[in-house]
């Protein structure tokens, strides 16, 4: 390179279009949905119904669910709580729809993480310019890279897909990213598939299964806090000099 320079490129429109094209086809498969629930008049009272039409088809049902969990992916801000939820409303059995959801979560967590990879530290600038939720993983540095993705996924301070995306971009050990992301969202995945599998809106009851979920959240969310707190404790931020303050010129 001349000058020792080096080319800095914007992956802001390969961002977009993933965007666009993983909405797009989230917004059919909801389309589909709709139409599905309109046919055979589906709703949270016959919910039962919907389990027994698919229970005859699991595997294709745990199929399409992976493959909109890995399209989902590329939106970088959909919640995986959502398919937790559903996969557990699907199936009815919360042993088998954690097993399915574990599936999805080790492939949504590695395709944008390998993006990341491919991209470099380009992908850094062009996220933090996009996403100002980016940011905040200035407040972890110099924390033990375990930490950061643990509590990151596990706090939910940052989108899922979009923080996989940053963690393969700052070239975080594939290895040590999986097995911390993982631990991460496992209590997010057991809870809100379980809240999905025996949860009854028609019981007042079933709304203790989210307290397990807010405890886990705060919890999480003091942890980070924490963190925060002791880097900032160990770096504090340089004082600024005032101008009046500068020592004059000899003449």
């Known amino acids: ?6 080319t800095k490129k914007d ?8 965007q666009i094209a993983a ?5 059919a498969m909801v389309v589909v949905c709709i139409v599905l629930i309109k046919k055979f008049n589906i709703s949270l009272k016959n919910i ?46 919360a042993f088998t729809a954690i097993f399915v959801n574990l599936i999805s979560t080790f492939l949504s967590l590695s395709l944008p993480y390998f993006l990341g990879r491919f ?12 996403f100002k939720a980016v940011k905040k993983i200035d407040k972890f540095a110099g924390a033990n890279e375990f930490a950061i993705v643990l509590c990151i996924k596990a706090s939910g301070i940052m989108p899922s897909d979009l923080s996989s995306l940053l963690f393969g971009a ?26 999905g599998a025996y949860g009854d809106p028609s019981d007042p ?26 880097n900032a404790e160990k770096d504090p931020a340089p004082k600024e000099t005032s101008d009046e303050t500068e020592p004059a010129e000899a003449e």
Do not use: H, Q
């Open 170 to 195: 700052m070239n975080i050990s594939y290895k040590k990213y999986m097995i911390a992301a993982n631990l991460g969202l496992l209590p997010l995945n057991i809870m809100w598939t379980c809240l």
């Open 23 to 27: 909405g797009v086809f989230m917004l």
């Open 48 to 93: 039962d119904g919907l389990r027994d039409m698919i229970s005859g088809s699991p595997v294709a049902v745990g199929a399409g669910i992976i493959l909109f969990s890995v399209i989902k992916s590329f939106a970088l801000v959909f919640p995986p709580a959502v398919i937790f939820a559903l996969c557990g409303i699907f199936y009815g059995n």
């Open 119 to 130: 991209t470099g530290k380009n992908m850094v600038a062009t996220l933090s310019k996009k």
């Open 205 to 230: 009851k079933s709304y203790l299964l989210l307290l397990p979920i807010l405890v886990f959240a705060v919890g999480a969310a003091f942890v980070v806090k924490k963190i925060e707190k002791k």
């Open 11 to 18: 992956y802001g429109k390969l961002i977009k279009v993933l």
């Open 1 to 6: 390179m001349e000058n020792g320079t080096e």
